[in-house]
């Protein structure tokens, strides 16, 4: 993996979520993959690796705070989860941190307002 450049995984059942992810990160100078659920993110993260994941909560096989708990429960060194919902409830964010999620924003989100988080949690932007 080029460390030069920051590698995010986008996780999101939703096709078109995933695409309009991708076009903000890519447009700031992330490398972006995208996986459709928790299972196959955890496969992708399994192979590769990656800096930091955005992950949506409701999705099949395995949903987001599942897929969070998952990773975390890995050894090794742990990247920056943001979640991202379309659930904005208070109780929503409280099971988000609780997975493992270090940020939470609600869909849709603003392309300036992500690509400012990605900043910081990559410690790339004070």
Aim: glycine share 8%; hydrophobic share 45%.
């Amino acid at each position: 993996m080029n460390e030069a450049v920051k590698h995010i995984l986008i996780v999101d059942d939703a096709a078109t979520v995933r695409m309009y992810h991708r076009a903000i990160l890519e447009e700031a100078g992330y490398a972006v993959a995208e996986a459709a659920n928790g299972v196959e993110a955890l496969e992708k993260v399994e192979a590769a690796g990656y800096h930091l994941v955005v992950v949506d909560v409701n999705m099949p096989q395995l949903d987001g705070y599942g897929f969070l708990h998952a990773l975390r429960g890995r050894p090794g060194p742990q990247v920056p989860a943001i979640m991202v919902s379309t659930e904005a409830e208070d109780n929503d964010r409280r099971l988000a941190f609780k997975a493992g999620a270090n940020h939470y924003l609600v869909k849709p989100t603003r392309p300036e307002h992500l690509t400012r988080i990605v900043g910081l949690l990559l410690g790339e932007r004070a």
